[in-house]
């Protein structure tokens, strides 16, 4: 899928942003807050003038790191989440970044996968990341508690 224009987000795109990241996580005070903070950069994927997805960066020089990622439910499937990370990964060269982190939670199998085949590869492991949810979630017959981090190294800069 081709994405017409990518944009950094602006508080006039704040409500339809909170909607389509509130899909990366349910906590919609830490997305508002990491959206506002001024120190985490969100980029929005557009195809014509419907937002496909988003990205949130917490840029660092040696590991900048996805905060969120998130594909519209329409568009999901279609190549949206591939030519994000292309594009964070070539801003990533252009701010000569060393690595990228994502961390997704232990159930999150196709989640994991699709990191891998875009080139991430595991990294570590926070145990009991997500222990604030009570009661844990089960997904799959697995309790959700550890997230899984991966890391994509860039090998070379832009020049």
Same mark, same amino acid.
């Given at each position: #899928?081709?994405?017409?224009? %990518?944009s950094?987000?602006?508080?006039?795109?704040?409500?339809?942003? +909170?909607?389509?990241?509130?899909?990366?996580?349910? !906590?919609?005070?830490?997305?508002?807050?990491?959206?506002?903070?001024?120190?985490?950069?969100?980029? @929005? *994927? %557009?195809?014509?003038?419907?937002?496909?997805? *988003?990205?949130? #960066?917490?840029w660092?020089?040696?590991?900048?790191?996805?905060?969120? $990622?998130?594909?519209?439910?329409?568009?999901?499937?279609? &190549? /949206? &989440?591939?030519?994000?990370?292309a594009?964070? @990964?070539?801003? *990533?060269?252009?701010?000569?970044?060393?690595? @990228?982190?994502?961390?997704?939670?232990?159930?999150?199998?196709?989640?994991?996968?699709?990191?891998?085949? /875009?080139? +991430?590869? #595991?990294?570590? $492991?926070?145990?009991?990341? +997500?222990?604030?949810?009570?009661?844990?979630?089960?997904?799959? &017959?697995?309790?959700?508690? !550890?997230?899984?981090?991966?890391?994509?190294?860039?090998?070379? +800069?832009?020049?």
């Amino acid at each position: #899928m081709q994405i017409t224009r %990518w944009s950094l987000a602006t508080p006039n795109d704040y409500t339809q942003l +909170f909607l389509l990241l509130h899909d990366a996580d349910e !906590d919609d005070e830490r997305i508002r807050r990491l959206v506002t903070d001024g120190l985490h950069t969100s980029y @929005i *994927a %557009w195809r014509h003038e419907q937002m496909v997805g *988003a990205v949130v #960066m917490r840029w660092q020089g040696d590991a900048s790191e996805i905060e969120y $990622i998130a594909v519209a439910a329409d568009v999901r499937g279609k &190549g /949206c &989440g591939k030519a994000m990370l292309a594009h964070i @990964i070539e801003e *990533a060269r252009v701010r000569r970044v060393s690595s @990228i982190l994502v961390g997704t939670d232990n159930t999150a199998f196709g989640n994991i996968a699709f990191y891998q085949k /875009c080139g +991430f590869r #595991m990294d570590h $492991i926070r145990s009991d990341f +997500f222990s604030y949810i009570q009661p844990t979630l089960i997904v799959n &017959g697995i309790p959700m508690r !550890d997230m899984l981090v991966l890391r994509y190294t860039l090998d070379r +800069f832009a020049n």
